[in-house]
């Protein structure tokens, strides 16, 4: 399979063939803040499925609030991390095609763009609720602290971003007053973990001897070492998964034992990825390979309604 050629031979302000030229300036921001990415937001909408507030209007409002704050702070993150890294990003055979990196996007703008965006953001987060304010603000922090120093800290770059969806979790539950089951946040960690450690695999053999100069932190892992952290943490969502669906708190919570019925779709979620990541050489970029991936975006329906039926249906009176 060809591989696509690398820009190590632009000049820091020429653009990529197929790069963002000719667009207007909103358009390179919206660009780069990567609306395709923000499929990774829907995890804050968890709260209301498994709190029970489904089809609570109030509920679902405050959720649909929360989740267009995570949109737009994870898409501030984004604009931080491509002002960041826009020397790294040229020398990768496809972020060097992002507005900022190809330079049809003038950093200063992006910034101020970015700083406004995040302060209103917040100010909506805060007028929201106190709680649910405080933990979009941390999941800033957070990212922003990745984008510094924790990036270049092996393990804890890695931890750092699966931390940033157990807030993305936990924040759904804040915003409409609603407890999460700690095996979920369990399950949430390690999903994250396994594509988070899945992307830097993908890295380290698309880039070949090219990775550590686009990120450094790619010098401290091998294909082999995330091979065996990727086996560790696979095995551990999956049991994670497993007792959350069969624990005594969940069936007396739902009033039911048959969300064990939903294990298969986790199951082959999961292998659908790894083949994805191992045979067809994917992961760079979860967001895309759920929506690009067919087999596995119908797998993610077909659990999200196994579980609502499951739960708010009761079937067969269990």
Known sequence: MARPTSPETLSPGARPEGGAGGRSTAVLLLHSLRPEQWTKNLIVFAGLIFGLELFDRTAVIRSVVAFGVFCALSGVVYVVNDIMDREADRRHPLKARRPIASGALSPVLAGGAAAALAVA????????????????????????????????VVILDVLAISIGFVL?????????????SHWLLVVTILLALFLALSKRRHELVLLANGATEHRPILGEYSPYLLDQMISVVTAS?????IFYCISPETVQKFGTDMLGLTIPFPLYGIFRYLYLVHRR????????????????LVCVALWVLAVVVIVYLRPFGV
Do not use: C
């Open 281 to 296: 050489e994917g992961g760079g970029s979860p967001s895309q390979m759920l929506l690009n991936d067919r087999p596995l």
């Open 237 to 241: 969502t999956l049991v994670a998964y």
């Open 168 to 180: 993305r979790a936990a924040a759904g539950a804040v915003a409409i007053a609603v407890p999460i």
């Open 121 to 152: 953001a917040l100010a909506v987060a805060f007028a929201l609720d106190i709680p649910f304010g405080v933990v979009a603000l941390s999941y800033v922090l957070l990212q922003f602290a990745y984008s510094g120093p924790l990036k270049h």
